[in-house]
């Protein structure tokens, strides 16, 4: 079996990796690219915790195969902090401690700035449909959403 | 295994028409590649459409709409125009699964799975869609019922796959509706599921009707019975009580832990009249 060559985008950088034909995007990132940040829960697409964007579109890496990430630009939790310092998200989940055992954690970002990209002043009842695809079984998600909404101001405030 | 993706309808069905062993057509991949997972599929070759001409475009044909067979789901949903001819079918391909897996399936890929519970192919039925089938003899429209043959299976022959979905011009007067029951507010499995398309006239008279019903039996089912009772009827009390009477005698389902008999037979005819009001509002009753 003859390996895949991918050229991709990942997090702005230009990213080349050899991958079999039935290599998830996941096993990918984790395995081969050593981005342990998007994590596996489910491996079937309920969960979101692996949670990345393909050309902007939130998607479960765990559904994509790596060989279709040729010439696409893939975001992940990764590319979320500039440097040391934090995504405004990334300060409210600390603020709020919306997280506990921390597994969901980087699939809830990714997917929440994935929202606020889209819907800047996201309504409490949109947040949680959008959010609907992340499952947190620590949290009980009021602080997760708390968290959201309270990035989602500071955000609007601060452009 | 093998993965391919050819940048050519021609290359596509060329491709098929070669030895590739089992292959299975990837779109969105949220049906095969958990199918791929679970070890329900191991196919030789995986044929990607996605990089094809076209299959991730939604135009305008003959004033209705072609979709493309990789057009997510919330590409669909983010299309004003075919949200404002077809906001049943699009209400129905935004309810499959969460925000993630709208980036990916696609309604072609919910058509092709055949699985009784699918909620696009029900509002896809009622709005008399249209699948444009690929393959090595060029290719065919069906109308969208004709593929799904029973759970699971297609009546698709071998190298062919559906390459896009025709919604047909809506006419005046005209709106379409999708319903489904499920036990969750989101993210859940139809237990029924029930699309309506119809027509009104100037003074409001039910002028044409289509309606199906999902889940209630191994296809969907086109409830004629339901139809007749709408047409020729300003969609009043009367006759949505005798459109819910034809769909609960219509369905055939299943007892499993979603749903009984009973429950899932009485739900079609409420589901079918709460459906048939939204479409006939948004007909301009």
Redesign the interface.
């Given at each position: 079996?003859s390996k895949?060559h991918v050229t991709t985008k990942i997090n702005g950088d230009p990213t080349e990796f050899l991958c079999?034909?039935?290599e998830?995007l996941l096993d990918v990132l984790r395995d081969r690219l050593g981005m342990t940040g998007s994590k596996e829960g489910c491996?079937?697409?309920d969960c979101?915790a692996c949670?990345v964007t393909?050309n902007g579109?939130?998607?479960?890496s765990?559904?994509?195969?790596g060989?279709?990430a040729?010439g696409v630009e893939v975001a992940t939790i990764e590319g979320m902090a500039d440097g040391d310092q934090l995504h405004p998200l990334q300060r409210k989940f600390i603020e709020h401690a919306a997280l506990q055992c921390g597994i969901c954690t980087p699939g809830i970002l990714v997917?929440a700035k994935?929202?606020l990209e889209t819907n800047p002043n996201p309504t409490e009842e949109e947040t949680r449909?959008?959010?609907?695809?992340?499952l947190c079984r620590c949290t009980g998600y009021d602080k997760i959403i708390r968290a959201v909404m309270e990035a989602g101001k500071e955000m609007r405030e601060a452009s | 295994?093998?993965?391919l993706?050819p940048a050519t309808l021609e290359d596509a069905t060329q491709m098929l028409g070669s030895d590739l062993g089992e292959c299975r057509i990837?779109a969105?991949?949220?049906d095969l590649?958990?199918r791929?997972?679970?070890g329900f599929a191991e196919p030789d070759s995986?044929l990607?459409i996605?990089r094809i001409d076209g299959m991730r475009d939604i135009t305008r044909e003959d004033g209705g709409w072609r979709i493309g067979a990789a057009v997510?789901c919330?590409e669909m949903g983010e299309h004003a125009g075919l949200s404002a001819d077809w906001p049943g079918v699009v209400e129905a391909a935004g309810l499959i699964?969460?925000?993630?897996?709208q980036?990916?399936c696609t309604v072609a890929g919910n058509l092709c799975n055949a699985s009784p519970a699918a909620d696009s192919v029900p509002a896809l039925v009622a709005a008399r869609a249209m699948a444009r089938i690929a393959g090595p003899d060029g290719t065919r429209d069906v109308a969208v019922e004709h593929v799904p043959t029973g759970p699971g299976q297609t009546s698709l022959g071998k190298g062919e796959f559906v390459a896009s979905i025709f919604l047909p011009a809506r006419p005046e007067n005209a709106g379409d509706a999708y319903l489904r029951f499920i036990p969750r507010t989101?993210?859940d499995i139809a237990v029924v599921g029930c699309g309506v398309s119809l027509t009104l006239d100037g003074d409001g008279t039910c002028t044409d009707a289509h309606v199906a019903l999902g889940a209630v039996g191994p296809t969907v089912i086109i409830v004629e019975a339901g139809a007749k009772a709408l047409v020729g009827t300003q969609v009043d009390d009367a006759a949505l009580d005798a459109l819910a009477a034809a769909c609960s005698a219509a369905a055939t389902p299943i007892a499993d832990k979603r749903g009984t008999v009973e429950f899932r037979t009485h739900v079609s005819g409420v589901l079918a009249k709460r459906a048939a009001k939204i479409a006939a509002s948004r007909a301009g009753a």
């Open positions: 079996m895949i079999e034909p039935d998830t491996g079937t697409g979101g949670s393909v579109r939130l998607v479960c765990c559904l994509v195969l060989a279709e040729d997917a994935s929202l449909y959008w959010l609907a695809g992340n | 295994m093998r993965y993706a990837l969105g991949g949220t590649l958990v791929m997972r679970s995986i990607d996605k997510s919330a699964g969460s925000t993630q897996i980036g990916r989101e993210m």
